[in-house]
């Protein structure tokens, strides 16, 4: 959406005399919109099989049957080297081993080809080529609100696309506290492809990027008016790099010299699921982005 937009919103809601205020607060960013290619090739099973053959070949197709793997193998192989895209499998920089936490590989979310998306980057924030890719542990514990989380990775490679190496996924043994059976890592989402636009972001909600101005009516105005600004609306997935968050931060996940670097939703699109309908937050602060140190990524599950 444009400044503009975002301004009419403002003053169709009675709040025209604080624009410029507003304006200064509005951040670039590349909106992301996923068509999906593949379901999932399995769901979660259990590592130890206890169900007779019949129960199996009835089962075949729920928990990733021939077709299904099929279907995802010819999605990924379709998919060129290094593009931009949700779920499947990474490319990962030459020598670099499969995030993990404790030995549970992490969950791959997205990749992005960063040369295919500096024209819709004015600012210049992101790296100008190579490739960002997202990890995000969801085994023991959902956000990094909690210490020593460690609840996900962000890889960059700082080079050529075609430097890429396709991944073998690793299958490791786990037992979560909330099941009673072990399970398989890392769960591997569908994939889908992304096409990419400019945007600007206004503050999702109160918080340290909200003028002082606007505090009072920040809240009812975007309550009141977020949907006629935000892209596709309010119930569309909001998947974004950089821009702000969309939602209102309830839990300070933000501080005034932070930057959101990649937010997105659960999106049928990946057959993306976190928690109950939640979006994941990934979040550095300008100097780290600045510095391309994206060691201390920290996300967040949910705002609120």
């Known amino acids: 959406m444009s400044d503009a937009a975002i301004l009419e919103a403002l003053t169709r809601a009675g709040h025209g005399a604080f624009a410029d205020d507003l304006r200064a607060a509005l951040r670039p960013g590349i909106h992301l919109t996923?068509?999906?290619l593949a379901g999932r090739p399995a769901d979660?099973?259990?590592?130890?099989?206890?169900?007779?053959a019949e129960d199996e070949d009835e089962d075949a197709d729920a928990d990733g049957g021939p077709d299904r793997v099929a279907a995802f193998d010819a999605a990924m192989a379709s998919?060129?080297?290094?593009?931009?895209?949700?779920?499947?499998?990474?490319?990962?920089?030459?020598?670099?081993?499969?995030?993990?936490r404790d030995g549970v590989p992490m969950e791959f979310i997205a990749q992005f080809r960063l040369d295919e998306l500096a024209a819709l980057d004015p600012r210049g924030q992101l790296p100008p080529r190579g490739a960002l890719l997202f990890f995000y542990n969801s085994q023991w514990a959902h956000s990094d609100m909690e210490p020593d989380a460690a609840c996900c990775a962000v890889l960059f490679h700082d080079g050529p696309v075609s430097e890429l190496v396709r991944a073998t996924p690793p299958a490791v043994e786990w037992q979560s506290e909330f099941s009673d059976t072990p399970q398989i890592a890392p769960f591997i989402h569908g994939v889908a492809t992304v096409t990419a636009s400019a945007r600007t972001f206004a503050p999702?909600?109160?918080?340290?990027f909200v003028p002082a101005s606007l505090k009072e009516v920040y809240q009812d105005f975007t309550a009141d008016q977020q949907r006629q600004y935000q892209p596709g609306g309010e119930d569309a997935p909001q998947n974004h790099l950089l821009g702000h968050v969309s939602g209102q931060d309830y839990v300070d996940a933000q501080q005034p010299d932070d930057q959101l670097l990649f937010e997105v939703s659960s999106d049928d699109a990946a057959q993306f699921q976190f928690g109950d309908c939640d979006s994941l937050y990934f979040i550095l602060t300008a100097a780290e982005l600045a510095a391309r140190d994206f060691s201390r990524v920290r996300v967040y599950q949910q705002l609120g």
Do not use: K, N
């Not at 593009?83 to 670099?96: E, I, K, M, W």
């Open 34 to 36: 996923a068509t999906a």
């Open 44 to 52: 979660w099973r259990r590592a130890e099989e206890e169900d007779d």
């Open 79 to 100: 998919v060129p080297l290094g593009a931009s895209r949700f779920g499947g499998l990474p490319d990962l920089p030459p020598g670099a081993a499969w995030p993990e």
């Open 204 to 208: 999702g909600g109160v918080g340290p």
